[in-house]
């Protein structure tokens, strides 16, 4: 698949609990939607022809192509986006939010949002650090974040530790704003109901600001905006229609391994 048009009428796989099921309904009208938890679900669906592609955020599709040689994406933007981070519709969440935002703006302003973005978004991972924010003084009391970490480069593990983009903007803002930091890892899905309910105190994991999400929480200033793009296999020359091969017969490979994992070689299908 070369463009975005040649994938109307195909299965398009989504991650639960995100929006990108709307961009895939505006733009591929007769595209199927199948749902998946993970991104590794998506990730191994595509692979195994169950799916035609998935949508994903550009940065995450980065990483994705850079681990996986059989992964690419189409150059373009399904929808333009702004990520931020979410709130409860709270006296006390409007004003933290509010502390949050006005952090946000200064960041930005100083030029130190471009060095976050640089540090996460870059191949250099030998830069991407935190300070110990469990350790952080917490004279205004700690502050717990919802997240998934599972979104590489916005919000993953690190060496046993939650880290990223979404993480490394909240550890300075808690630094310098007197708090300390607590981030609790659960699914995407659980992430806005858990802000909603007041168990967190505020959700970070690549969250892109919606009118039906703002229904039930409060957003931040927007700390990134970009474009959600199609992943779908590399072009490797072969002929014909692979679509639903998985599910239609069974699915014959000569393996090979590589880098400790099995890749498959030749793909031949036995009704």
């Known amino acids: ?27 591929l009208p007769d595209a199927v939607i199948s749902y998946y938890n993970t ?4 990730i191994n669906a595509l692979l195994t022809y169950k ?7 550009e940065p995450v599709a980065k990483i994705e192509v850079g681990e996986n040689d059989r992964l ?3 150059p373009e933007y399904m929808e333009r986006f702004d990520f931020a981070y979410a709130f409860p519709k ?17 960041i930005s302003k100083d030029g130190t949002m471009d060095e976050i973005e640089e540090k996460w978004f870059s191949e250099d991972e030998d830069g991407k650090t935190l300070p110990d924010y469990a350790s952080l003084p917490a004279p205004k009391g700690t502050l717990r974040m919802a997240t998934e970490a599972l979104y590489e480069p916005f919000t993953y593990i690190q060496n046993g530790k939650i880290t990223g983009f979404d993480v ?3 550890v300075r803002f808690c630094e310098a704003s007197g708090y300390g930091l607590e981030i609790v890892d659960m699914s995407f899905d659980a992430v806005l109901p858990a802000v909603e309910s007041g168990k967190c105190d505020f959700g970070g994991s690549g969250i ?14 927007p ?3 970009g474009g959600t793009v199609m992943m779908v296999l590399k072009d490797t020359g072969e002929t014909g229609d692979l679509s639903g091969k998985a599910e239609e017969g069974f699915l014959s490979a000569f393996l090979t391994i590589e880098d400790g994992a099995f890749v498959a070689e030749e793909i031949s299908r036995i009704d």
């Not at 991104?39 to 998506?42: I, K, M, S, T, V």
């Not at 799916?51 to 955020?57: E, K, L, N, S, W």
């Not at 919606?210 to 931040?220: P, Q």
């Open 1 to 27: 698949f070369h463009s975005l048009k040649s994938l109307n009428g195909k299965r398009i796989g989504v991650q639960t609990g995100t929006s990108f099921d709307q961009a895939v309904s505006e733009q």
């Open 223 to 225: 700390n990134y905006s």
């Open 208 to 221: 892109t600001i919606t009118a039906e999400r703002a229904e039930s929480v409060l957003f931040s200033e």
């Open 51 to 57: 799916i035609d592609g998935y949508t994903v955020d």
């Open 90 to 106: 709270t006296e006390a969440g409007q004003a933290l939010c509010d502390e949050f935002s006005d952090f946000l703006r200064g």
């Open 168 to 170: 490394d903007i909240a």
């Open 72 to 74: 690419t994406y189409l």
């Open 39 to 42: 991104r590794g679900n998506l």
